[in-house]
């Protein structure tokens, strides 16, 4: 099987209380990393670099824009559940 599907691995996964979840192949929905590219998409639509530089610029500080906040926010919103202990 995957790896991520094989017996020992589901166990150990079992034994740490982490509930394994399988989703379709692709599925935006549950996947954050989509979340963060909206986020830089919408800062640079607005940013409206208009040179090859001022593009670098914008994307720099599209990035610099993501916080922690934001990632643990996009995690939750996918239905991933985070204990802070």
Request: net charge positive.
């Amino acid at each position: 099987p995957a790896p991520h599907k094989h017996p020992k691995i589901l166990q150990m996964l079992e034994n740490a209380g982490v509930e394994v979840w399988y989703l379709p192949p692709y599925s935006p929905d549950f996947n954050p990393i989509e979340k963060m590219w909206s986020k830089v998409k919408t800062y640079l639509r607005k940013a409206k670099a208009r040179t090859p530089q001022a593009l670098l610029r914008a994307i720099k500080r599209a990035f610099q824009t993501i916080t922690a906040t934001d990632a643990l926010g996009w995690f939750q919103h996918c239905g991933y559940r985070y204990n802070q202990s």
